[in-house]
């Protein structure tokens, strides 16, 4: 029982605290379309789009009808404040990484640039 009551008041402040109620008209948005489609066989979904939501608003006949699509006027518009009781710590400091294993790309037994320096050296002038 607690997990349907738990969607319940979810979806009741997604659809009220949102504009996510808008998906609701799309039958309305629908049904336009065939009213628009009856009058003008000829109008496209993408005609329909452009005329009712990119250019500018023309006040015609079917205003009323027109403010009645989704997404066309916004009803919620509010700010949401949540307060937390107890404050939240974050430990941000950097940690020190320590070095388990010192690796060398050397082998034990190879001579060390110092010893074979003393050896080769280039010619002097007398």
Excluded: W
């Amino acid at each position: 029982m607690k997990p349907r009551i738990t969607l319940f008041f979810m979806v009741l402040l997604v659809l009220t605290q949102t504009e996510l109620h808008q998906v609701l008209k799309l039958p309305v948005l629908i049904v336009h379309f065939q009213e628009h489609r009856a009058l003008n066989k000829d109008i496209s979904l993408l005609d329909f789009f452009v005329d009712h939501y990119i250019d500018q608003i023309i006040l015609d006949n079917d205003d009323q009808r027109d403010s009645q699509l989704p997404f066309k006027t916004t009803h919620c518009v509010n700010t949401t404040i949540v307060a937390l009781s107890e404050p939240v710590q974050l430990d941000l400091r950097p940690r020190e990484a320590s070095v388990e294993r010192e690796f060398n790309i050397h082998r034990a037994d190879f001579p060390r640039a110092g010893a074979l320096h003393n050896i080769f050296q280039p010619p002097r002038h007398t």
